[in-house]
């Protein structure tokens, strides 16, 4: 179902442009991120899943990374399953920035994949209020035990 104030093709990356090469977590390391929630489980780096959200509050989130020439995010667990009325306390401290691919709006929820590649560390919330946008560090990555 498209708005059509909003098609769908205004989200979606067709990977012909700048922007649909494959990031190396090394290669692009923001300062700062738009924030997003997750709320089953923490999402890693090396994964490539799909996320489904709700529209509203996410839709001028989703807006804003399209208008990024990196089209990356951070994903970060919240405490609990209400991912439209998470607030920043909610979030945790570590998340995982993830380049998104191919948003589409249907039926009031948005789905894009999030391949993951790096995981980054909170520093400090320059927005408070939906889009979210923080500050962030990457720490640097052992190797030793994937479980920390």
Request: hydrophobic letters at 35%; zero cysteines.
């Amino acid at each position: 179902m498209n708005d059509e104030n909003f098609p769908d093709a205004e989200l979606a990356n067709n990977g012909d442009g700048p922007g649909s090469e494959i990031a190396v977590a090394s290669e692009v390391r923001p300062s700062t991120l738009h924030l997003l929630p997750v709320s089953e489980r923490p999402f890693f780096p090396a994964q490539s899943v799909p996320v489904l959200m709700e529209e509203q509050p996410w839709l001028s989130t989703v807006e804003a990374v399209g208008n990024t020439s990196h089209h990356l995010v951070g994903l970060a667990l919240i405490g609990h399953e209400q991912g439209a009325r998470a607030r920043p306390e909610d979030f945790h401290a570590m998340g995982t920035v993830v380049r998104m691919h191919h948003p589409m709006r249907s039926s009031g929820k948005i789905q894009f994949i999030a391949e993951g590649l790096q995981r980054f560390r909170i520093v400090r919330w320059l927005s408070k209020e939906p889009p979210f946008t923080v500050q962030v560090e990457y720490p640097e990555e052992t190797g030793d035990d994937p479980d920390q």
